[in-house]
């Protein structure tokens, strides 16, 4: 039988779409081309995200979200609606159960348009459900228990930090900080040291192939192309793993910070549990080398990447979404 149920991990940079019993069968950059001509959309996902920084004119690619929510509410609608149609496929006449994940830190008018997006996008039911919850299902963390369990997701518009006990969050905190966050603070680090203006394609794939959380003993180094500041002509550096560190430090201090702050107004008992088991780590940009190290050596606690960290906030929610009512408490949504 046919599932009418779909999970979506609604990021700044990434849509995933979740499936029970399928699994994870949609991830795609949350980028939407639209043609100012007509205000028709043009391209989606994948597609879209090609033409970031190369279009005419006449056509805009954008992420219709910004650190972890809704910044352009018509455009979020479209690319729910082309999500949730590709997820059913050809099956159009069934309208789906749809539960979406969203930041700690939203606020009552942001869950709302949330909920309204999904609705207006096809949904029968829209649920929402907070990140560090599912994060922390999904990273197979034992959410039930009577004991503390911290989760540090790390995305591409926020941070989100929590402890969590009983199935619920006792204390938690959303930063806006990221991997986009991190991105445009290399582009600014080489802009000024090295006068070269690179786009935020470029800027990501630095993080990925040569960032680090830590300097590294062995360092890294890539060729970087991009435009002269001085004489606006093409050029070419090259950079080392060191100016990746470097660009990014505030940045991964908003995140030890927060980190702290929620673990000093957690309870005596929780912060023992939390002492004892550490602090799991998830979210794509926990994949950035060493900032596990960093976390552990910054609040003396151990810390974990988790396994598939990426995945984890779209596994849990469509964990969430097979068993509703287990998880009611930590639900809020409409019919």
Same mark, same amino acid.
């Given at each position: 039988?046919?599932?009418?149920?779909?999970?979506?991990?609604?990021?700044?940079?990434?849509?995933? *779409?979740?499936?029970?019993?399928?699994?994870?069968?949609?991830?795609?950059? $949350?980028?939407?081309?639209?043609?100012?001509?007509?205000?028709?959309?043009?391209?989606?996902?994948?597609?879209?995200?090609?033409?970031?920084?190369?279009?005419?004119?006449?056509?805009?690619?954008?992420?219709?979200?910004? @650190?972890?929510?809704?910044?352009?509410?018509?455009?979020?609608?479209?690319?729910?609606?082309?999500?949730?149609?590709?997820?059913?496929? &050809?099956?159009?006449?069934?309208?789906?159960?749809?539960?979406?994940?969203?930041?700690?830190?939203?606020?009552?008018?942001?869950?709302?348009? *949330?909920?309204?997006?999904?609705?207006?996008?096809?949904?029968?039911?829209?649920?929402?459900?907070?990140?560090?919850?599912?994060?922390?299902?999904?990273?197979?963390?034992?959410?039930?228990?009577?004991?503390?369990?911290?989760?540090?997701?790390?995305?591409?518009?926020?941070?989100?930090?929590?402890?969590?006990?009983?199935?619920?969050?006792?204390?938690?905190?959303?930063?806006?900080?990221?991997?986009?966050?991190?991105?445009?603070?290399?582009?600014?680090?080489?802009?000024?040291?090295?006068?070269?203006?690179?786009?935020?394609?470029?800027?990501? &794939?630095?993080?990925?192939?040569?960032?680090?959380?830590?300097?590294?003993?062995?360092?890294?180094?890539?060729?970087?192309?991009?435009?002269?500041?001085?004489?606006?002509?093409?050029? =070419?550096?090259?950079?080392?793993?060191?100016? *990746?560190?470097?660009?990014?430090?505030?940045?991964?201090?908003?995140?030890?910070?927060? *980190?702290?702050?929620?673990?000093?107004? =957690?309870?005596?008992?929780?912060?023992?549990?939390?002492?004892?088991?550490?602090?799991?780590?998830?979210?794509?940009?926990?994949?950035?080398?060493?900032?596990?190290?960093?976390?552990?050596?910054?609040?003396?606690?151990?810390?974990?990447?988790?396994?598939?960290?990426?995945?984890?906030?779209?596994?849990?929610?469509?964990?969430?979404?097979? @068993?509703?009512?287990?998880?009611?408490? $930590?639900?809020?949504?409409?019919?």
């Amino acid at each position: 039988m046919f599932s009418k149920k779909i999970g979506i991990d609604l990021g700044t940079t990434n849509v995933l *779409v979740y499936i029970p019993k399928r699994g994870i069968i949609i991830n795609e950059p $949350s980028v939407v081309a639209i043609s100012l001509v007509d205000n028709e959309v043009l391209a989606v996902g994948t597609e879209a995200k090609e033409m970031i920084g190369r279009t005419p004119d006449t056509i805009v690619a954008s992420r219709p979200l910004k @650190d972890g929510v809704i910044a352009d509410y018509k455009t979020t609608e479209a690319m729910l609606k082309y999500f949730i149609n590709k997820a059913l496929g &050809n099956i159009k006449i069934f309208r789906p159960e749809v539960m979406v994940a969203v930041p700690a830190g939203i606020t009552s008018t942001e869950k709302r348009a *949330v909920i309204d997006a999904t609705m207006a996008a096809g949904a029968k039911a829209a649920y929402i459900i907070k990140e560090p919850v599912v994060a922390a299902i999904g990273a197979k963390i034992p959410i039930g228990a009577p004991s503390g369990n911290m989760i540090v997701d790390i995305g591409g518009g926020t941070s989100e930090i929590a402890v969590i006990s009983l199935g619920g969050m006792v204390t938690s905190l959303s930063v806006r900080i990221g991997g986009n966050k991190f991105d445009a603070s290399i582009a600014d680090y080489i802009r000024k040291k090295y006068n070269l203006a690179i786009g935020e394609r470029t800027a990501e &794939n630095i993080k990925i192939e040569i960032g680090s959380a830590m300097f590294l003993d062995k360092k890294l180094k890539m060729k970087v192309k991009g435009a002269d500041m001085l004489g606006g002509l093409p050029k =070419t550096i090259e950079i080392v793993s060191d100016d *990746v560190t470097e660009a990014i430090q505030n940045d991964l201090e908003g995140i030890i910070n927060a *980190v702290k702050a929620v673990l000093q107004k =957690t309870p005596p008992e929780l912060s023992a549990d939390v002492i004892d088991k550490g602090i799991i780590l998830s979210g794509g940009s926990s994949l950035l080398r060493n900032i596990d190290k960093l976390l552990a050596k910054a609040i003396g606690v151990p810390a974990y990447v988790a396994d598939d960290s990426l995945l984890c906030v779209a596994k849990g929610t469509g964990m969430a979404l097979e @068993d509703l009512d287990l998880y009611k408490k $930590s639900l809020e949504g409409r019919k």
